[in-house]
């Protein structure tokens, strides 16, 4: 199973200080959490994609590539890459050319992102964001599979004898996942095409989660992908932890009261009660963490959401020290142990490389004699 985090890039004041980073503190911020979750063992960093304050996470690209110069084996992800208002050719040569920037340590997690006004600034309607989403990933399906490629749909202008450069590294595509917080749509489009489905699962209760993951698995077995077990599922989480429980809970505090997504709503009490959101010591973590699985199954990745609300760099730093010393390691054994043989793991370039490859053989072995075969056998006889 991969453990890793994912970012939204908000810029955020402190609420104990009153203080708000730079942008260009927050985007030197973001490479430094990035190289400190390496550092600590875990296996995945995923940034998203906004193109408006209070946000300084555009050009996903970018930002991956400079982490990926860093670092040599985190996977760089995406925690949401526009796929409505993203060209699908330049998404399949942006993150192909991070392929072989990185020797594969790349995939991606399409959305359709949760800023209205972004559609028009990119010349679409918010109204089509699902057909959007649906006709722009079916091309860049295409673009990163077919060598010349011939399109026309409704919502960009069409392509004759198109060859999307550079190609993927080694003839394969990014795996992609396909995320959503509330989109049933979406889980059908992951099934379809035998993706991964990432649940966002940090604001909503988990009976909600759940009928969006069997949604998509009961979909990944119907479309003949595998069994609905075997599907590819990844989740989100929240979790703010110290030694002390007590401790947690008084220092967050003030960050969840004042964030600007949850805050001046519902309690803290109330909102860890009622979504994944942990604030506690390791412990606790460990154990909300593991009972995901009673109602999303086996599933291959976990993300935690750590920087966000205004906390310190610094404290962001001992957030992940104590995930990747104190839980994490846990986390994987009590997982690989739960595991039934024959659910896979998270995919990887290598994986699909050997996935590939071992398909390759297995075509040539059940393909039949040639006509020239045949007839020499034949005359021999």
Do not use: C
């Not at 453990?3 to 730079?22: A, K, M, N």
């Not at 050319?97 to 990185?102: A, N």
């Not at 793991?345 to 994986?351: K, R, V």
Request: charged share 25%.
């Amino acid at each position: 199973m991969q453990f890793g985090i994912f970012t939204v890039g908000d810029l955020t004041p402190d609420p104990t200080t009153g203080r708000t980073p730079s942008e260009h503190e927050r985007i030197r911020a973001t490479v430094e959490i990035a190289k400190k979750a390496e550092e600590v063992g875990l296996d995945v960093v995923a940034v998203g994609e906004h193109h408006n304050p209070p946000f300084v996470a555009s050009a996903p690209t970018t930002t991956l590539a400079y982490i990926g110069a860093q670092t040599e084996r985190v996977i760089l992800s995406t925690s949401t890459t526009l796929i409505t208002t993203t060209d699908p050719v330049l998404i399949a040569e942006s993150y192909a050319k991070l392929q072989h920037l990185t020797d594969g340590r790349v995939d991606l997690m399409m959305g359709r992102g949760n800023t209205g006004p972004v559609y028009p600034w990119f010349g679409k309607d918010i109204r089509d964001g699902i057909n959007l989403a649906i006709e722009n990933y079916a091309l860049l399906h295409r673009l990163w599979r077919e060598d010349v490629v011939d399109w026309e749909g409704r919502f960009r202008t069409p392509l004759q004898g198109f060859t999307s450069t550079p190609r993927p590294l080694d003839d394969v595509p990014p795996f992609v996942w396909h995320g959503s917080i509330r989109s049933p749509e979406i889980a059908e489009q992951a099934a379809y095409y035998g993706d991964g489905f990432f649940a966002n699962h940090i604001f909503w209760p988990a009976s909600h989660t759940q009928r969006m993951v069997s949604l998509y698995r009961r979909r990944f077995e119907h479309y003949g992908h595998g069994s609905a077990d075997q599907a590819v599922v990844g989740l989100g989480g929240q979790v703010f932890m110290r030694p002390n429980s007590q401790d947690a809970v008084r220092e967050f505090r003030p960050y969840f009261d004042n964030a600007p997504v949850y805050g001046h709503g519902p309690s803290l009490e109330d909102f860890t009660r009622e979504t994944p959101l942990t604030v506690g010591s390791p412990q606790q973590v460990i154990e909300r963490t593991l009972g995901f699985r009673e109602y999303v199954g086996d599933y291959q990745r976990q993300l935690f959401l750590m920087d966000h609300a205004g906390l310190p760099l610094k404290t962001v730093l001992e957030q992940l020290d104590i995930l990747g010393e104190e839980v994490v390691p846990v986390l994987r054994r009590e997982f690989a142990a739960l595991k039934p043989a024959h659910v896979p793991d998270a995919p990887t370039h290598a994986s699909l490389v050997a996935a590939r490859d071992a398909a390759d053989d297995s075509a040539v072995e059940a393909s039949p004699p040639s006509v020239e075969l045949v007839e020499t056998t034949e005359a021999k006889r």
